[in-house]
């Protein structure tokens, strides 16, 4: 019998791998790939580019537009004074304040052992009255015989605080003096604005 030659198979000659992966295994991309990602990077970048001039420069027109579309607003209030009197029988203070047509004040007085005393808005004109003679003289508001008060004004001109211990002859309802009294005058002052 014949001895069959047995053939070898041909087989495929390959390169030894080496110690080491090829260059574009990972961490690293193969190199075609990279395009697609810079791309992107690249829109990221413009994406936040246009949030930014967003910000800068369209929010604050939308903001003024809207100011101007919502009508009045205001200020918060802002303190002025915070003043303390000693005021002994028969006699008053005036403070006076600047309140213009677009701000308004608020103001806070405080009598302390509740004893009362009356409490007067008045313009210019009618605190020289009523400095002069307090038979007669007027007022823009009132708040008598009182102990402690707030209430806002804007009255859109220059007026006097008016703290009187005295008795006023022709008021029925005023405070009555009993003698020294300690009071507190806080004012505060905001501004108003309105668009048209």
């Not at 804007?154 to 003698?179: F, R």
Request: glycine share 4%.
């Amino acid at each position: 019998m014949a001895d069959e030659k047995k053939e070898k198979p041909e087989t495929e000659q390959r390169p030894h791998p080496g110690p080491y992966p090829p260059m574009y295994s990972y961490p690293y991309p193969p190199q075609e790939q990279l395009g697609p990602m810079r791309r992107k990077r690249f829109s990221i970048l413009e994406l936040l580019l246009i949030i930014l001039v967003l910000l800068v420069f369209v929010a604050p027109m939308l903001f003024s537009l809207l100011l101007f579309t919502a009508g009045p607003s205001s200020s918060p209030f802002e303190m002025v004074m915070d003043s303390a009197y000693y005021m002994k029988n028969g006699t008053y203070i005036g403070e006076k304040v600047d309140i213009w047509s677009n701000s308004e004040i608020r103001v806070s007085i405080n009598v302390s052992l509740d004893k009362k005393v009356d409490v007067f808005v008045m313009t210019e004109s009618q605190y020289e009255l009523f400095g002069n003679s307090s038979d007669a003289f007027g007022y823009v508001y009132a708040n008598k015989n009182i102990s402690s008060c707030e209430f806002t004004t804007d009255i859109g001109e220059t007026c006097y605080i008016v703290i009187d211990n005295s008795d006023i002859s022709m008021l029925n309802d005023d405070a009555l003096p009993h003698g020294m009294v300690d009071v507190q005058l806080k004012i505060d002052k905001r501004y108003t604005y309105t668009y048209d």
